[in-house]
Structures are given as C-alpha cells and as structure tokens.
C-alpha cells in the first residue's frame, strides 16, 4: 500500500496542532471535558493505562480491563510473582531460538565458527535481540520484562565487545533474568562471576603484576554506590587487587567463569575502613556483600528506579520509602519496588518520553501486531539509537527525557512503515478492527491515547482524509496516530 508523504504529513500536522505537549495527561483532560464511552467494551479509565504505560511496553486491551476487574494493588503482586503467570503462546514463539538455553562454549560452536577465517559476531547477538522483542512484546509478564530492561542497562554490557558478542546470551538468562525480582546481593555477585561481564569490563585481564581497575570502578560507580559513593580512588585500587584472578575460560569449557589463584594478589587490602585479609575469592565477595546492602546503594538504585517509573524528578521522600524498604529487606528487589509503584505511580508520576524500544514495542502491542522481531524490526531500531545490548560504555541506554527527543523522523518512518504493513515478517491486521471507518478510529484512539479522540479532532481527521480509499484512509491515520505527540509520551 502507498501512502503519500503530503497526505501523512497532513495527518500528522492535525495531531501535532491539536495535541500539541501531550503526555502531560490523558487525551480527553487535555482536549474535553468529561472522558466519552470507551467503544467495543470497558477498557477502565485513563488513569489505569498511564499507570499501565509505565509497568508494561505497552497496554493491551486485556490488561487494561484486568486491571480495572482487580485494582493496582492486586495487579502489582500478580506481576511481582511472574512464575505463577501461564506464558505458554510466548514461550512457543522462543522455542526455535536455540542459544537461549545453551551454555557459552556451546553458542560460540553454533554461531562463532569461523567462516572465511571471520567470526560470526552477527547470529547470536540478532537472536539475542529477537528473543528480547518476542517477549517483551508477547509475555504476559511485563513488570518481569519492564525490570530485565532496566538491569540490562544497570549492569550494561556491549555484544560488540570482544567475546561479549557470544557470552552474553549466557549474561542474558543466568543473570539479568534469573535475578530480575530477586535479592540485590545475589544479582550483584552473579554479574561480578559473568564472563560477559569480565570481558565487557576487562577483569578477565586482571593479573596481580599488571591490576585492572576497569570492573572494580564500574561496580562501586555504576553498579552499587554510586558515583557520590564515598569511596576514593584508593578504594577502587583496593576493588581491583581483590578481584585479581577472577577471569574467563578460553579452551575447555570456554567461556566459563575461573579464579586463578597464580593471577591474585594474596596481600591485605583496605577498603573504605575495612581491612580485607588475604583469602583468594573470598576478598572480593565481602567487598559484594558490603556495598549490596549499604545505605548508599540503597539511595543510588531507588533513586534509578523511581526515574524509570515516575519521571525524571521523582520525590525524595519516595526514594527514601524504597531505599529503606530496601534495606529492611536485606536487598530484596521486590521490596524496594512496592512504595514506587504502589505509593508513586496513581499520584505522582510525570510525563516520561517514550525510548525507542517502548516506542517500538508499544505500537506493536498496542495495534495487536504480528512480528518475529527479526532483523528488519531490530533495524528500525538501529535508526532510533537503541538496538538492544548494543550501548557501548557501561553506563547503559539513557533514561532521561532529552535524550531521546531529537531523532523523530526515524519513528516517524516506523509509523507509516507499520501501518502499511511495509515491514518484512511484520504485520497489523486493520481490518480486524473494522466495523466501520468511524467506530474503527475511535478504538484506534482508544486503543494507542487511552480514550476516543475528541469531536474536533475526529471531524478534522475524517474530512482531510474523505478522498482516500477507505483501507488506506484507515492505515494513514493509523500511522498518524503513531507519529502523534501523544503516542511518544507515557
């Protein structure tokens, strides 16, 4: 189908004019008065699918309508109990991606054999990404995929580094995942012990008579205390002899984690205050143990998490809520998300612009799209600057408004792209949604906005397209909702 770019841009330019800064609140406070009657069935109101949008990639109609059947708090603790959600549809679609449940050495001999003297750097890390789009977009556990996104850019680690491209599958599944919403201590030694993470970050290098003190800043700066953490660089000296020894299998077994006494230095240490004698591998776990549990990591991770879920200013009393809860529970993950999503999220939370991946993965749930997740979807995303496990420092994917409100032609592309169906391996089925062009807009705005359009916009929109076809009526304006203001916020 072909649409015109002048018709698009109309299309867009009646949103863009008439939704003006959107995200602010939902569609009808902003443009009406009294919210219209949801079509085709109840799907609650406005405020549970801004809530929505920030505990899913996007709410499908089926999550709107549970959560109005059983309120926040009931749909937090199903969400917080993943294991008990019946996933069977996604897990089918995994099935045939075969390095999701091989060890390190085995995907490097699947998809790492030399081809012309070349490595494959390519299939593993595409499959990688393919599985992390199959399940954010289809898992019926969201808040789990939500928090696998935020501890993928917390513990961030580059696929185009070194051996990464084949280790971080492994990374990927006995890391981030087996300990998204579990205890903060056991997620922070299972990253320290990753061989993706040791070649990321160059301690599989860390040689007494030569220390590395890549790994050992990164885990005090970016994942423990922080980089107000009150440490010095005496301390992160301190980090580096501990953890000297601790590498990665190159032969047998390769790419399974070791320590290597000959390589450790056996001295004492000091760190902040703490005399550390000299015992192998256990120095570098009592340096885990004490900053997993520390006040000012407690500070440092709620302070992250209330940003990803309330906006970019969140409350101090909030972040002081979720840092205790976190330490009254030993690190308990789930603990400290509670006061955040229970406390935060129906009172306070602002507008927040929507990253690439949940702009993509939203448009996708939100119109009940068909995809593979395959290279031409991971591709937009290239465009859009956020391809999955492809950040290069280890800082992670920002997670602040600005940085992500600049490169809008790359969505806009996408929008059109998806409406149209000119995505390889992707596709919406409009006409399922069809009753008549009139009702079918409504749902649609429904559906991507959380209420109908407005009268105003509703009449403008159906007479700039009254000349078109009504299947390529329906998919411009589909489009055009997707490129809307309104559809880049949550």
């Given amino acids: 189908m072909h649409i015109s770019r002048r018709n698009f841009l109309k299309v867009a330019a009646l949103f863009s004019g008439s939704l003006a800064l959107s995200g602010c609140a939902p569609l009808y406070n902003r443009l009406a008065g009294d919210p219209p009657t949801p079509p085709q069935g109840d799907l609650g109101d406005a405020a549970g699918f801004q809530m929505l949008n920030r505990l899913t990639f996007g709410p499908r109609a089926e999550e709107r309508r549970h959560l109005a059947d059983i309120g926040l708090p009931a749909w937090i603790e199903e969400q917080l109990a993943p294991a008990a959600i019946e996933d069977g549809p996604c897990d089918m679609r995994l099935r045939p991606l075969d390095s999701l449940t091989l060890d390190a050495d085995s995907i490097y001999e699947l998809y790492g054999e030399k081809i012309f003297d070349d490595l494959d750097r390519e299939s593993a890390p595409a499959e990688l990404r393919r599985a992390t789009l199959l399940r954010q977009i289809y898992s019926r556990r969201q808040l789990y995929e939500v928090m696998v996104d935020f501890w993928s850019d917390h513990f961030n680690i580059s696929v185009d580094k070194g051996d990464c491209f084949f280790l971080k599958s492994v ?19 299972a990253s320290a012990k990753s061989p993706a993470m040791l070649v990321y970050l160059d301690n599989h290098a860390n040689n007494k008579s030569h220390p590395n003190e890549n ?34 299998k190159e032969h047998f077994r390769r790419g399974q984690f070791t320590f290597r006494a000959d390589m450790h230095d056996d001295g ?10 000299g015992g192998g591998m256990d120095e ?13 990591t407690a500070h440092f991770l709620a302070r992250k998490l209330a940003r990803r879920f309330l906006g970019d200013a969140p409350p101090a009393a909030l972040i002081q809520a979720a840092a205790d809860a976190f330490l009254h529970s030993n690190g308990e993950i789930q603990a400290m998300l509670r006061p955040i999503l229970l406390d935060g999220l129906p009172h306070v939370a602002a507008p927040k612009f929507k990253r690439p991946l949940n702009f993509v993965v939203s448009a996708l749930r939100q119109t009940n799209a068909v995809t593979d997740g395959g290279d031409a979807l991971q591709r937009y995303l290239m465009r859009m600057g956020q391809l999955p496990f492809a950040w290069p420092t280890p800082n992670g994917f920002p997670d602040s408004n600005a940085d992500w409100m600049n490169n ?8 059109l792209a998806l409406a149209t169906n000119a995505i ?20 649609l705005g429904n559906l991507l906005f959380g209420a109908p359009l407005t009268a105003d916009l509703h009449d403008s929109l159906m007479m700039a397209t009254r000349n078109l076809p009504e299947d390529e009526r329906l998919a411009l304006l589909t489009a ?10 949550r």
């Fill in 171 to 189: 990374d990927d599944r006995e890391v981030i995942r087996r300990h998204a919403l579990g205890n903060f201590h056991d997620l922070l030694l």
């Fill in 215 to 248: 790994y050992a800043r990164e885990l005090l700066e970016l994942h423990s205390l922080g980089v107000d953490g009150g440490y010095t660089q005496e301390d992160v000296m301190e980090v580096a002899r501990c953890l000297t020894g601790w590498t990665v």
């Fill in 268 to 277: 004492n240490k000091h760190f902040m205050g703490m005399t550390i004698p």
């Fill in 284 to 296: 570098a776990q009592r340096v885990i143990e004490h900053v997993a549990t520390h006040e000012r």
């Fill in 408 to 415: 809008l032609l790359p969505r806009w592309q996408f929008a």
């Fill in 424 to 443: 390889p391996d992707t596709r919406v089925d409009l006409a399922a949604l069809t009753v008549d062009l009139l009702a079918t807009v409504d749902r």
């Fill in 480 to 489: 055009g909702m997707l490129a809307a203001p309104a559809f880049q916020w």
